[in-house]
Each structure stands twice: as structure tokens, then as C-alpha cells.
């Protein structure tokens, strides 16, 4: 049930029989709206409709405070389990050296294995704005060749306001990770 969604307790109710649920978790059987309100009367507590679109609606005797409490425990049990994802940066010059390029490919690894994606940017200043974009672009493409994980490319390697960039996204189904290359490949 969405927080938009008003819970509906006692004379709220519009359904004209109810599967009811006791107070301790016991089957009361499918009761007609009266004989519900009758029964969450004699216990001292509310009826509340939990499952409004079952065939017939679900409700359960139970204090509506006790139930608002467990409702907000679970969703925030709920939004404490979602995995957050982040985007992750990883920057690299052209005169960066291939340790440099090893190590940091192999950070941007470890994050696409927590389920981050990695911006791989190539930093450009000054005079190297100038050189021959697809050497550029060849030298970012070596440096995403060197992740040791299995990635998909979300953004091909563009132009980007400070030079290239490309996005990376972990595979949907990962295996195993790619075998980590000894020497990388010379611009």
C-alpha cells in the first residue's frame, strides 16, 4: 500500500463482507461488515481494511497506533535495504603513467563491483586541447580497456567540457571479473 493512500479503519470501511484477521493472527472467516465492527468492538480495538483490493478485502482487528508503527518500521526497514548508486569518478592526462592508469582502473573496478557507475574522464588543459581527437579518444578507450570487470558502456567516450568522457555500468549478469592484462597497451 503506497503512503499516499489512506488506510481506512472502522465505519471507513465500504466493503460489505470482510476476510477478518483476529487480534493474535486467527482466522475470523469472511464476516460481514456489521459483525466485524461488532467483533473489533467486544476486543476494545480497531478494524482496519489491510488489503483493500484482495477479493474479499482483508482486515484486522488491531490498535491503528500499533499499526501505524509497524507500517512506518517496515518501510524504513525497506528504504534502509534499497542500494544507493552513485557516480563514481575516475580522471586520467594524457601523460598519467601506467601504473597510475592500473591503479586507477582498478579502483573504477571495485566500485562497478558495488554497483556504482564510473564516469572515465580524459582531463585536458591547455596545449593538450589541441591534439588529434581520436588520438584522445584512443588513449581514454586504452584506459577503460584496462578495467579489470566485466562493464557496459552507458555513454560511449564523447566530448566532454573538460575533455572526453564515457560512462560505465556494471553488466547486468557478471561472471567473473576480466583477467587483469600484465602490460598495457602503449599510446
Known amino acids: 500500500m503506497s503512503t499516499t493512500e489512506r488506510t481506512r479503519i472502522n465505519r471507513e470501511i465500504r466493503a460489505e463482507s470482510l476476510r477478518v484477521v483476529g487480534p493474535e493472527g486467527e482466522n475470523l472467516g469472511v464476516l460481514s461488515l456489521s459483525e466485524a465492527l461488532a467483533a473489533a468492538e467486544r476486543a476494545g480495538l480497531d478494524l482496519i481494511e489491510i488489503s483493500p483490493n484482495a477479493v ?55 566500485w562497478l563491483e558495488e554497483g556504482h557507475r564510473v564516469r572515465a574522464e580524459l582531463f585536458l588543459k591547455g596545449r593538450y586541447k589541441g591534439m588529434d581527437e581520436a588520438f584522445l579518444k584512443t588513449r581514454l578507450e586504452k584506459f577503460i580497456m584496462l578495467i579489470p570487470y566485466t562493464y557496459k558502456l552507458a555513454e560511449p567516450v564523447a566530448r566532454a567540457p573538460k575533455g572526453f568522457a564515457a560512462i560505465l555500468e556494471r553488466e547486468a549478469k557478471v561472471k567473473e571479473p576480466k583477467p587483469v592484462t600484465e602490460k598495457p597497451p602503449t599510446p
Open 56 to 110: 474479499p478485502p482483508v482486515a484486522k482487528v488491531m490498535d491503528y497506533g500499533k499499526f501505524q508503527y509497524e507500517q512506518k518500521k517496515r518501510e524504513s526497514a525497506a528504504r534502509s535495504k534499497a542500494k544507493v548508486s552513485e557516480t563514481k569518478e575516475v580522471q586520467i592526462k594524457v601523460g598519467t603513467g601506467d601504473n597510475d592508469m592500473r591503479l586507477k582502473a582498478n579502483k573504477a573496478a571495485e
